[in-house]
């Protein structure tokens, strides 16, 4: 055989060789790449995605679209041909697997965690945009969830409305923590609480909560690697009544990140108008009560989903902009904000054309 094609064929199986054993090796890390986009003013599955009842709403133009981030999941296992591929594509990013799923989260956990992000992003949603409408809205705070194995457990429930903690009245989540902080560990705490059910009877029913109860729990010493502190093992959150009915319609969808679309959605269909002046926005930012927006993760992924989809502009949580800067799709214009105002100010001048008054993204 001669010399060069000996070496030819030498140098082609050990391609083969390497890209073998490329796709045997397994690497720790996962892949984010875009999601798809939904407009929220507009339908998904055949329905609306925002579906309001008990007060008039308007027509509309334009998009306010959502968007998301496809991950791997947390089972799967890229070998090392797919995470090279990943590294060199400019659309993907490639992450370690702990970045997307710490602590050894699994897929149900992760999962599960999404869908109660999505649940309450969308509650602050509603919240957020009716303030802004100067809508009144009641709120009270609630067991949001019940740590397994904890003092709690059994105790108190999900959904439970909490009215004192020690004989002092609790007003927001944040009061139940400090309030239970201020006992040593193995000291008694009393929760004044109206059951779950008792609670969701009385809203069905449309009166006022009649049963309360007193629930005596012994404190615990936190086991995280903060401060050590005594705990009930619950987390607390808020829970409203809404003077009109508001449904967002979207499965498969998970996290708090749409926030700030949503709020903007129904803030924009309870209002006469567009609030796009029909131009084409997409954004992203998880959004609280009071209308902060919050950064997000996966902002790449998220630009170039909104860029591939057609959008013009993209509503970019302030904390995510200088990240988000470093790499600005072609056609597409970062807005930064702040809060539900930033973004209702920032549509008013893309509506009106005014565009050099928009506070872009910049690296610095």
Same mark, same amino acid.
């Given at each position: 055989?001669?010399?060069?094609?000996?070496?030819?064929?030498?140098?082609?199986?050990?391609?083969?060789?390497?890209?073998?054993?490329?796709?045997?090796?397994?690497?720790?890390?996962?892949?984010?790449?875009?999601?798809?986009? +939904?407009?929220?003013?507009?339908?998904?599955?055949?329905?609306?995605?925002?579906?309001?009842?008990?007060?008039?709403?308007?027509?509309?133009?334009?998009?306010?679209?959502?968007?998301?981030?496809? +991950?791997?999941?947390?089972?799967?296992?890229?070998?090392?041909?797919?995470?090279?591929?990943?590294?060199?594509?400019?659309?993907?990013?490639?992450?370690?697997?702990?970045?997307?799923?710490?602590?050894?989260?699994?897929?149900?956990?992760?999962?599960?965690?999404?869908?109660?992000?999505?649940?309450?992003?969308?509650?602050?949603?509603?919240?957020?945009?009716?303030?802004?409408?100067?809508?009144?809205?009641?709120?009270?705070?609630?067991?949001?969830?019940?740590?397994?194995?904890?003092?709690?457990?059994?105790?108190?429930?999900?959904?439970?409305?909490?009215?004192?903690?020690?004989?002092?009245?609790?007003?927001?989540?944040?009061?139940?923590?400090?309030? +239970?902080?201020?006992?040593?560990?193995?000291?008694?705490?009393?929760?004044?609480?109206?059951?779950?059910?008792?609670?969701?009877?009385?809203?069905?029913?449309?009166?006022?909560?009649?049963?309360?109860?007193?629930?005596?729990?012994?404190?615990?010493?936190?086991?995280?690697?903060?401060?050590?502190?005594?705990? +009930?093992?619950?987390?607390?959150?808020?829970?409203?009544?809404?003077?009109?009915?508001?449904?967002?319609?979207?499965?498969?969808?998970?996290?708090?990140?749409?926030?700030?679309?949503?709020?903007?959605?129904?803030?924009?269909?309870?209002?006469?108008?567009?609030?796009?002046?029909?131009?084409?926005?997409?954004?992203?930012?998880?959004?609280?009560?009071?209308?902060?927006?919050?950064?997000?993760?996966?902002?790449?992924?998220?630009?170039?989903?909104?860029?591939?989809?057609?959008?013009?502009?993209?509503?970019?949580?302030?904390?995510?902009?200088?990240?988000?800067?470093?790499?600005?799709?072609?056609?597409?214009?970062?807005?930064?904000?702040?809060?539900?105002?930033?973004?209702?100010?920032?549509?008013?001048?893309?509506?009106?054309?005014?565009?050099?008054?928009?506070?872009?993204?910049?690296?610095?």
């Amino acid at each position: 055989m001669p010399r060069r094609t000996a070496t030819m064929l030498a140098s082609t199986l050990m391609l083969i060789a390497l890209l073998c054993a490329g796709v045997l090796i397994k690497v720790p890390y996962s892949e984010m790449s875009p999601g798809p986009t +939904v407009n929220t003013l507009g339908d998904h599955d055949g329905e609306p995605v925002l579906q309001i009842s008990g007060r008039k709403t308007y027509p509309t133009t334009g998009n306010l679209n959502m968007t998301t981030v496809r +991950v791997t999941s947390a089972d799967y296992r890229m070998n090392l041909v797919e995470a090279v591929y990943g590294w060199l594509a400019h659309d993907n990013k490639v992450v370690p697997h702990d970045t997307l799923y710490p602590d050894g989260k699994t897929e149900e956990q992760s999962t599960q965690e999404n869908a109660e992000e999505f649940s309450q992003s969308q509650e602050s949603a509603k919240v957020a945009a009716l303030k802004e409408l100067d809508v009144p809205v009641k709120s009270w705070v609630v067991v949001a969830t019940v740590v397994k194995d904890s003092p709690a457990e059994g105790a108190l429930h999900a959904g439970d409305v909490i009215k004192a903690v020690d004989g002092t009245a609790v007003k927001q989540p944040a009061d139940v923590a400090e309030l +239970v902080t201020r006992h040593k560990a193995g000291e008694d705490v009393i929760f004044t609480i109206v059951p779950a059910k008792e609670q969701a009877a009385a809203e069905k029913e449309k009166r006022t909560p009649t049963e309360t109860k007193k629930v005596t729990i012994t404190t615990a010493t936190s086991a995280d690697d903060g401060e050590k502190r005594a705990i +009930v093992g619950i987390s607390a959150g808020t829970d409203h009544t809404f003077p009109f009915a508001i449904d967002i319609k979207l499965a498969d969808v998970g996290g708090p990140s749409a926030g700030l679309m949503f709020a903007l959605g129904i803030y924009d269909k309870l209002t006469p108008g567009s609030l796009t002046g029909g131009r084409f926005v997409a954004g992203t930012g998880t959004i609280d009560d009071d209308g902060k927006v919050g950064p997000i993760g996966g902002i790449e992924m998220k630009t170039v989903g909104a860029r591939d989809k057609g959008a013009k502009y993209f509503l970019t949580p302030a904390e995510n902009c200088a990240s988000a800067a470093k790499d600005v799709p072609s056609g597409l214009t970062l807005v930064k904000v702040g809060t539900i105002g930033d973004a209702l100010d920032a549509l008013e001048d893309i509506r009106s054309g005014d565009t050099d008054a928009l506070p872009k993204c910049t690296t610095g």
